[in-house]
Nanobody
Framework: QVQIVESGGGLVQPGGSLRLSCAAS????????MGWYRQTPGKQRELVAT???????SYAGSVKGRFTISSDNAKNTAYLQMSSLKPEDTAVYYC??????????????WGQGTQVTVSS
């Protein structure tokens, strides 16, 4: 089994910065991709950014140029550096990891989410 733990959320003023962390642990043979998603009440969960095991990244248009995703493969950890935050970035941010365990089958795992609130 694989556990995903997020940290780093909180309250920040508009224009400020936050850094989220996501650590995957457990029966992991390798990680295929890690990503951050976010969700607000009444809306579907949306993709924010992803990073593959070989370092390729992708971003939602709404965060491109403001957010940066990175990973530390040795620690099975991904980070989301968020800058120039806007009130519309307020959401619960979820980490997702697609991992291969001992049978090499890729499976998707989600964290519990961390609240990010951008408000003055």
């Amino acid at each position: 089994q694989v556990q995903i733990v997020e940290s780093g959320g909180g309250l920040v003023q508009p224009g400020g910065s936050l850094r989220l962390s996501c650590a995957a642990s457990g029966s992991i043979f390798s990680i295929v991709v890690m990503g951050w998603y976010r969700q607000t009440p009444g809306k579907q969960r949306e993709l924010v950014a992803t990073v593959t095991s070989d370092g390729r990244t992708s971003y939602a248009g709404s965060v491109k140029g403001r957010f940066t995703i990175s990973s530390d493969n040795a620690k099975n950890t991904a980070y989301l550096q968020m800058s120039s935050l806007k009130p519309e970035d307020t959401a619960v941010y979820y980490c997702n990891a697609v991992c291969r365990d001992s049978d090499r089958t890729p499976r998707s795992y989600w964290g519990q989410g961390t609240q990010v609130t951008v408000s003055s």
